[in-house]
């Protein structure tokens, strides 16, 4: 939950930064659609679906996708968080070139993922909920520890996940670590694609 103290003390050193750092050495250096995550979201030779990220947190994923070429609808309800990640693509446009197609194909919505997904009707909908926490000293885990000093847990990620899932045109994916258990009332997934750490739950829509 927004803690006004927790905010006072993380958010001045969260910055979402799409210029320097692990995103941008990904995006010179990354694997393209073979990687997991496009993979996933069904991103392949000749088919680039238009997504929705319900959770965008640092953007990390959208800013992923949308440089494989897809449109992507990105939903956050933290103030906090919509005000960094709104910051940061606003520096990422103002370097030009590559990275302001990138950020060009981002749509950013502020509010709850429960609320606007039913108007949004994405072809692929994208649900990353803060994972049960874990110890983990690398620099990535220590942003996505600041998140949750910002947002707290996402305990209705299963309400998330079965309302996607009714709206949704083609596949709903759930980002949940690999070895943690399926989320607890959401249905059997299609298909897992499964990585070292993370796994991506693929829910086909027939
Ligand atoms: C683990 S982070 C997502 C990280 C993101 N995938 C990335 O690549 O940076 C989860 C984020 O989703 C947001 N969130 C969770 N449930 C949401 C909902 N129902 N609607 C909008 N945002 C939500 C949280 O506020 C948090 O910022």
Request: proline content about 3%; glycine content about 10%; overall charge positive.
């Amino acid at each position: 939950m927004e803690n006004k103290q927790n905010l006072n003390q993380v958010a001045g050193e969260l910055r979402i930064d799409f210029v320097t750092g692990s995103v941008a050495h990904r995006l010179r250096f990354g694997g393209g659609r073979g990687q997991d995550l496009p993979k996933a979201m069904g991103l392949r030779a000749g088919k680039t679906p238009m997504i929705v990220d319900a959770t965008a947190g640092l953007g990390r994923d959208s800013f992923l996708l949308a440089s494989l070429g897809a449109q992507v609808t990105l939903i956050e309800r933290s103030e906090k968080m919509h005000a960094l990640l709104e910051q940061g693509m606003k520096r990422a446009a103002r370097e030009g070139g590559q990275l302001r197609e990138i950020i060009g194909r981002m749509t950013l919505l502020k509010g709850d993922a429960l609320d606007l997904i039913p108007e949004l009707a994405g072809e692929a909908i994208l649900i990353d909920p803060m994972h049960p926490e874990r110890k983990n000293s690398a620099l990535v885990k220590q942003e996505l520890r600041q998140v949750r000093e910002i947002v707290g847990s996402d305990d209705d990620a299963a309400d998330l996940v079965r309302l996607a899932i009714k709206h949704a045109r083609k596949r709903v994916v759930l980002k949940w670590p690999s070895k943690a258990a399926p989320l607890e009332g959401v249905q059997k997934c299609s298909h897992q694609i499964i990585g070292k750490t993370t796994r991506y739950d693929v829910f086909m829509i027939s």
